[in-house]
């Protein structure tokens, strides 16, 4: 095997790594930057004959068609990652018209992928040519979302994509595979931090969000559209909370697509008990019209940066009956950052407005906290791990050296001889 690391090197974005098992070429996600200017790896330097993506968030998948204007490899993927992908793709077309900036790839290479496109269930193998084995194994992050294991005669890899050990609302904890592996590619995500307690976490945030309804306001939860919305709709469609519950953004099609795969997720039954519970909002005008009802409404974008959310925001400070639930990490330079740091959004015109609601950020993290990662790279004992995807790969290496593991943090253009 030859490993080559294009991305997501001492980063998070543009996840993509090139390995070659015996004789097959493969592209390990084909991921892009969307906070810079949607920038990708250099595919180019390197031809492939199949091009894997583990799931659909955009630092994996985003830079996909832009593999096939010089390649013309078969793409794998699950079953509900290829709608996702469609629709995130659909949607970064979107936002890229909007804001005058160009994607790295045309119409056409987004058609060939399409036509070349094979989906994979769990634990179902695909064999090359060579006898070469490609393995979905379920990650627990979002719905679809894979490890990959790729396995020649004598040698074993698995690349960890996104994974999440523990078990939420939506997924059972990614587990590792039954077999020892020799190398092993893995998130490092919170390699150094822990996340708290999913249930302690659920009940607080459910506290707050009546709390902050009883006192008058509307609980605006700005969510991700892939997951986390349907995950929000699941702990606010509780027994506690006796409140109305709204959805809006792009999270209404991931509710439509997700219910097409009842098998990805954990509790198909809950998830579509809160779905159906959830009332949609039809308009621009019926969502203002609700900002200081007794509600709460959970919607895109996650990190603020457009979306239905914003004009919810921009409508509730004028007003000063709401209060905003901020879900999950925000990557420097997001509106979701410059609030909970500055306590100001950017405003239309690039001007900044400031925000005078009460602002909450809760931790409903879909990657494994440091525990779950040590011991999952006990468990899979690799004869080498490549820590990636992170701020912290090195020090997260260092970690796992200490514990007598060979683990290195690959620096973009690094080549490996397995
Ligand atoms: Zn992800």
Redesign the pocket.
Known sequence: MQLACLGACNEVGKSSFWLKANQVRILLDAGMKIHDHNEIPQFNKHQCDALVIT?A?L??SGGAPAVYRNANPLTFCTYPTEPLVNLLLDDSEKVALDRKKALPFSRDNRRRMDKKTSCLGYGQDYEFHDGTRLRFLDAG??PG?AMALVETRDKSLLYT??FNLSETRMHHAARAPKDEVDYLIIESTYGMREHPPRRDLERDFLADVRKAIEDGRTALVPAFAVGRTQELLQVLHSSEFNHRLYVNGMGKQVNQIVSDYPSYVRDFDALNDAINAAEEIRSNRQGEKLMGKPCAIVSTAGMLDGGPMLSYIREATKKGNAAIFLTGYQVEGTNGRHLVEEGKIKAEGGRFQKIDLPVKQYDFS?HAGKHDLHAFVKKVNPQKVFCVHGDECGEFAASLRNEGFDAVAPKIGDAFKL
């Open positions: 799931h968030h630092d994996h992050h979002i979302s994509g996104d879909a």
